[in-house]
């Protein structure tokens, strides 16, 4: 299945980030989803074509993998409403 879409929403949303990235950048990016309508209705076509459970997978993979952040092992509550739980990136 390609996600060069889910990568694309991912990689805008992160443009508007800055650096040096929170340990809890990949639940920055939900929020931010969540609270730009453009971003949440690109986010809700993604989940109807993927299914929920690739976007957000996908969502944390890419925010890791663009990043250049390693995974913390370390894993928190969400504050967006998009997850549960993401891993903490250093």
Request: aromatic share 6%.
């Amino acid at each position: 299945m390609k996600t060069q879409d889910i990568k694309d929403l991912v990689d805008e949303v992160l443009s508007t980030i800055s650096r040096p990235y929170p340990t809890d950048i990949t639940d920055q990016v939900c929020l931010a989803i969540e609270e730009d309508p453009a971003w949440h209705n690109r986010y809700k076509e993604l989940v109807a074509r993927h299914g929920e459970h690739s976007v957000n997978s996908n969502i944390g993979w890419y925010t890791r993998d663009l990043t250049g952040l390693k995974n913390l092992q370390k894993t928190q509550n969400a504050k967006s409403d998009l997850i549960k739980t993401y891993s903490e990136l250093g």
